[in-house]
């Protein structure tokens, strides 16, 4: 199958480029990459990706492979996001950021204006709900470090016990949100734990309905905080 792959490097105005680039892939596949103007495309020939699906992950694993090596040469903060996956036959595929689960249910809250309202003051007040939020939100468009990103906003959560007790456990969090142990470590932090030491090599693959897990229980405990601290009067 052939997939042809495109999105920006960031930040656009440092109008980054770079010539054509050629991995040859397992299972006697290739893939071509190459940017002008900040507009990166990558383009896959491999018969054995099952999916347009698997085809983006693989394009966006290489994308950053690339970016990172030119941002790591030119002493330069570049990140990249790809946006669109077109098929052989020519059908496109956009990634958005906003998930959803197989029901068609996303993350969000309807109507969104009121938790809108609470998150903004509370974020305004407490630094730790306030970079919680910031990590939710990459975990949702880092398909591979999404279970590191969403185990430190609950970190960030129970710090905020931690600050006000001065005690360094997480029962006071759990008694308070209802939230337990178990379920943060089997659903966040047993995929978050090798990356966060560099273990790569023993992380634990995920998957889009893994992913759905960990940023739902992520989101829920971020909002029982909200309860908690900003009631919904």
């Not at 896959?44 to 290489?62: C, K, R, T, Y």
């Not at 790591?72 to 990634?95: A, M």
Request: aromatic letters at 10%; charged letters at 25%.
């Amino acid at each position: 199958m052939r997939y042809t792959v495109t999105g920006r490097v960031h930040p656009e105005r440092a109008d980054i480029h770079f010539s054509r680039i050629e991995w040859q892939l397992e299972g006697g596949g290739r893939a071509v990459a190459q940017c002008d103007s900040s507009q990166i495309t990558i383009v896959l020939e491999n018969p054995s990706v099952d999916g347009w699906i698997s085809g983006f992950l693989i394009a966006e694993q290489l994308a950053h492979i690339v970016i990172g090596a030119l941002g790591f040469s030119l002493g330069s903060g570049y990140s990249v996001e790809l946006i669109q996956i077109t098929e052989e036959d020519g059908t496109p595929h956009v990634f958005g950021v906003r998930p959803t689960d197989d029901a068609g249910h996303s993350l969000g809250f309807d109507p969104h204006i009121p938790i809108l309202n609470r998150a903004f003051q509370l974020a305004c007040r407490d630094i730790f709900f306030r970079l919680a939020l910031r990590d939710f939100l990459r975990a949702i468009t880092d398909t591979a470090d999404c279970a590191t990103y969403c185990y430190r906003a609950v970190e960030s959560i129970k710090s905020s016990f931690v600050f006000k007790t001065g005690a360094d456990r997480w029962d006071d969090m759990h008694s308070a949100l209802g939230s337990d142990r178990d379920s943060i470590t089997r659903t966040i932090k047993d995929y978050a734990d090798p990356i966060r030491h560099g273990d790569w090599v023993n992380a634990k693959p995920t998957d889009s309905v893994t992913r759905w897990k960990m940023l739902q229980l992520t989101r829920d405990i971020l909002v029982k905080y909200l309860d908690l601290q900003f009631p919904n009067t």
